[in-house]
């Protein structure tokens, strides 16, 4: 049974950093990509970065050049350093593998999130 954990989030002013952290069970961590994901109140869930098992990383043009994801496989752990935050960047962020169903059409699973305000 596949567990997330995410930890790091909190509050920031606008042009601070943060940095997340997530660790991930039941899965086989280094042969799958994973992403970070976060959804906004009122808003579908989004991709923020992915990390592919080639060490190619990817982002949105709404985070690049500020957000960097990274992973530990050996620690099965995904983090993600968000810098120049803005306040659009609040939301409740969460890790999972991507795509989605590369661990089923229904896999739906999801760890608790972890919250980011970006606000002065």
């Known amino acids: 049974q596949v567990q997330l954990v995410e930890s790091g989030g909190g509050w920031v002013q606008p042009g601070g950093s943060l940095s997340l952290s997530c660790t991930a069970t039941?899965?086989?961590?280094?042969?799958?990509?994973m992403g970070w994901y976060r959804q906004a109140p009122g808003k579908q869930r989004e991709l923020v970065a992915v990390s592919a098992t080639t060490g190619t990383t990817t982002y949105p043009d709404s985070v690049k050049g500020r957000f960097t994801i990274s992973r530990d496989n050996a620690k099965t752990a995904l983090y993600l350093q968000m810098n120049s935050l803005k306040a659009e960047d609040t939301a409740v962020y969460y890790c999972?593998?991507?795509?989605?169903?590369?661990?089923?059409?229904?896999?739906?699973?999801w760890g608790q999130g972890t919250q980011v305000t970006v606000s002065s």
């Open positions: 039941g899965v086989l961590f280094s042969a799958n990509a």
């Open positions: 999972n593998v991507f795509p989605l169903f590369a661990l089923g059409d229904d896999y739906d699973t």
